[in-house]
């Protein structure tokens, strides 16, 4: 089945110590998201890759950065966490070529910071 | 300033009856709203959704209905069903745009 996969589900970090989680698709989507959930609130995206093309939104800390080597790959790099960056991360795929779509989440990684 | 709001953050429904989640949003751009179901330890799931040109839009059990002039769509799911309890978010975008306003979520449990 085509999909959106996360790895690793579970992450643990110590304060400080850069850390990279992973998102892969097989869905062929050209636009990657990561969003980034704390606990009872809702998604907030903190960029997007359409194509090769990077998307920053205005409030996402300089502390995250992505990386998209190819179509099927994208990285969120936090280079040194600290204990409000403890939250889920999704990462989600689109096909916004095709008019209106939805986006495609993975099972996220749960970050915790120690 | 949060965009799109889920009011209640929790709902329970008996089995069989019908379940009522709300949302409402502020940006009267938005043209493009959908409904993700999500389950502990999962993604969210694309449930549903609805262009602004439509009022209503049913898929089986789910149906979902949009009111432009109050900016507040609804999702129906009837009957209500054990395996319906999660959480369910309401999101909106503008065509050609990449980002997803999403809500903060309502918890549902059907009680059987």
């Known amino acids: 089945d085509a999909m959106v996969i996360q790895n690793p589900r579970y992450q643990v970090t110590q304060f400080g110590k850069p850390v990279t989680l992973s998102c892969s698709q097989t869905l062929n989507h050209n636009v990657m998201y990561w969003y980034q959930q704390k606990s009872s609130q809702a998604p907030k995206l903190l960029f997007h890759y359409y194509d090769k093309d990077f998307n920053n939104e205005a409030d996402t800390p300089d502390n995250f950065q992505s990386r998209r080597p190819n179509t099927s790959f994208c990285f969120l790099d936090i280079r040194s966490p600290g204990l409000g960056d403890a939250a889920m991360y999704l990462c989600?795929?689109?096909?916004?070529?095709?008019?209106?779509?939805?986006?495609?989440f993975g099972d996220g990684t749960r970050l915790s910071i120690l | 300033d949060q965009q799109v709001k889920q009011n209640s953050p929790s709902l329970s429904v008996q089995e069989g009856r019908i379940s009522i989640l709300n949302c409402d949003y502020t940006?009267?751009?938005?043209?493009?709203f959908l409904w993700y179901k999500k389950y502990p330890a999962e993604g969210p799931t694309f449930l549903i959704s609805i262009s602004s040109i439509k009022d209503k839009n049913e898929d089986g059990r789910f149906t979902v209905f949009l009111n432009k002039s109050a900016k507040h769509l609804s999702l129906h799911i009837v009957p209500s069903q054990p395996g319906d309890s999660a959480v369910y978010f309401c999101a909106a975008t503008l065509t050609g745009a990449n980002n997803l306003f999403f809500g903060t979520g309502t918890r549902l449990t059907v009680i059987p």
């Open positions: 940006n009267s751009m938005f043209d493009y």
């Open positions: 989600a795929t689109s096909s916004p070529h095709r008019g209106s779509q939805p986006q495609h």
